[in-house]
C-alpha cells in the first residue's frame, strides 16, 4: 500500500481560500484595459505571423 505524500495532520483553513459574493460584485471591470489587451494580442500575433513570412 502506498502512503500519501502529503502531511494528512494540516488542518485546511477554509476562511483563507473563501470568496465573499459582495466582493465579486462589488468588483469594477475594466473593459477598455482589457479590450486594449486583446487588441494589442491579436496586433503582435498578426505581426510575428507577416515577419514569419517574410523569412520563409
Known amino acids: 500500500m502506498e502512503t500519501p505524500d502529503h502531511n494528512t495532520d494540516i488542518l485546511f483553513d477554509e476562511d483563507l481560500y473563501t470568496i465573499e ?10 473593459y477598455e484595459n482589457y479590450l ?3 487588441e494589442n494580442f491579436f496586433r503582435e500575433d498578426l505581426a510575428d505571423r507577416l515577419s514569419e513570412e517574410e523569412i520563409m
Open 21 to 30: 459574493w459582495s466582493d465579486i460584485e462589488n468588483a469594477e471591470i475594466d
Open 36 to 38: 486594449n489587451e486583446i
